[in-house]
């Protein structure tokens, strides 16, 4: 089945620690999405990529690091500088960007500090 | 700048009554038109979408939505709702040939025996 694999679906971070959130989709899509939701204010663009070795700032890009090595793979960092990261983080992928389709989600990861 | 404003945060309903979701979007160009529906701990499914052409929209799950461009509005409705409904939706705007979608901030529908 074609589709968006986001892992792990729960994670702690300590005080200090980067924590990596590992999105990986089979769907053959150029374009991958990473954002935040928090209660009562949506889905909020945190980074995104049009194509393979590129990728671009959100709205709240600060205290996140992303790479693009390969189409099928999007991790995201959450590092230490991020001195809120407790939400729900989704993965979404487009077929191409400025495509007229809907993003696919996945299922999430929840984020929570120790 | 595009922005989305979903103009209730919780609409509470009982089962098998009618029930409208109100989006009203702003935009200089032309859009494209998402509502999504997230159930908990889930990412987001898409209920329906408007691209261009009659705009009256039928999605999943019973659910329509109508686009009218001059209130800059697009309302999702539902005749008779489910238990099942209950969820947070989610509606969406994107720019023609634009690379992001906006979401708004959601609203919870709460769906009551």
């Known amino acids: 089945d074609g589709g968006i694999t986001q892992s792990p679906k729960y994670l702690f971070r300590k005080e200090g620690q980067n924590v990596t959130l590992s999105c990986e989709q089979n769907?053959?899509?150029?374009?991958m999405y990473w954002y935040r939701q928090d209660p009562g204010q949506g889905l909020r663009l945190i980074y995104y990529?049009?194509?393979?070795?590129?990728?671009q700032k959100g709205d709240i890009a600060e205290g996140y690091s992303v790479s693009r090595e390969k189409k099928e793979s999007f991790p995201l960092t959450v590092t230490s500088a991020q001195k809120n990261p407790t939400a729900f983080y989704l993965c979404?992928?487009?077929?191409?960007?400025?495509?007229?389709?809907?993003?696919?989600f996945g299922d999430g990861t929840r984020l929570s500090i120790l | 700048a595009q922005s989305v404003t979903q103009l209730d945060s919780q609409v509470p309903v009982f089962e098998e009554a009618p029930v409208e979701l109100r989006c009203n979007y702003s935009s200089s160009v032309s859009v494209y038109l998402f509502w999504y529906v997230q159930y908990p701990n889930q990412g987001l499914q898409l209920l329906l979408k408007y691209l261009s052409g009659s705009t009256l929209v039928k999605g999943i799950n019973g659910f329509e939505a109508e686009f009218n461009k001059s209130q800059t509005s697009f309302h999702l409705r539902k005749p008779s709702v489910h238990i099942s409904d209950t969820a947070e939706y989610f509606c969406?705007?994107?720019?023609?040939?634009?690379?992001?979608?906006?979401f708004g901030a959601g609203t919870r529908l709460f769906v009551k025996a």
């Open positions: 990529s049009q194509i393979v070795n590129d990728f």
């Open positions: 979404a992928t487009l077929d191409r960007p400025g495509s007229n389709q809907p993003q696919h």
């Open positions: 769907l053959n899509h150029d374009a």
């Open positions: 969406a705007v994107s720019e023609t040939g634009g690379f992001k979608t906006i």
